[in-house]
């Protein structure tokens, strides 16, 4: 488990960015030098993300549920975070010993 | 130059992503414990490297030429988006299977084995044609 909640917090650090430095940059102040950055970093991010997520789906980790809860969560800033920790708590309700 | 050389390792990194999947396919359909294991170890240490190595040159690929505002790309993000997922797919069952000793019957990868290269077919059209 613990592969996929560090790639949900990079996920969701990286949208934070992204939403709360990148783009307020260009929108207020007219500087497009943080997106051009930002926004690849967050791509990659989102897919590694989204391959963390299927694998834990096909490992039985966790449910359909589940899956549709980390998804939602990667398109609202600061959701991510709230998921990391129910992750992290799945993870000691199982005792997942075994890293993910 | 530094395009010819992002797409050279974005190549190589995705030819060695695909053998890597082909071989846990493989090694699924006739599971065996030591061969899986190693494939396990093998998936962690070069397979699911040449796919995050196969995502940040297809990124720098797509930066450096622009590529980014083609709407061919946005629709090979998505098939690659797929295509990561059908990795997912089967590292999460080589994994269940490694873990709690639990065989999945072959046949239900029988689709795996369609989808992937029907997948992979659609990104080298879009790539070659760029429409």
């Known amino acids: ?100 | 130059m530094l395009y010819e050389i992002a797409k050279v390792a974005h190549l190589l990194s995705l030819f060695i992503w695909i053998g890597g999947m082909i071989a846990v396919l493989v090694a699924l359909h006739a599971p065996q414990r030591e061969v899986l294991q190693a494939i396990k170890v093998y998936d962690r240490s070069v397979t699911t490297p040449a796919m995050i190595a196969a995502l940040i040159f297809g990124i720098l690929l797509g930066v450096l030429g622009g590529w980014f505002s083609s709407g061919w790309l946005g629709l090979k993000i998505i098939l690659v988006l797929a295509l990561t997922g059908l990795h997912g797919v089967l590292v999460g069952r080589l994994r269940r299977t490694v873990t709690n000793n639990v065989v999945v019957p072959g046949n239900s990868l029988n689709m795996l084995i369609l989808v992937g290269p029907l997948v992979l077919l659609l990104i080298i059209l879009l790539v070659v044609m760029k429409p």
């Open chain 1, 1 to 100: 488990m613990i592969g996929l909640q560090r790639a949900t917090l990079f996920e969701g650090t990286t949208l934070i960015l992204l939403f709360g430095v990148a783009m307020p940059l260009i929108y207020v102040a007219g500087v497009d030098v943080a997106t051009p950055v930002m926004g690849p970093i967050h791509g990659l991010g989102f897919m590694v993300f989204m391959w963390f997520v299927v694998r834990a789906w096909a490992e039985e980790l966790i449910s359909f549920p589940g899956v549709a809860r980390l998804v939602a969560g990667a398109f609202i800033p600061g959701a991510s975070f709230l998921n990391e920790r129910w992750l992290r708590r799945i993870a000691a309700e199982n005792g997942a010993a075994h890293a993910v």
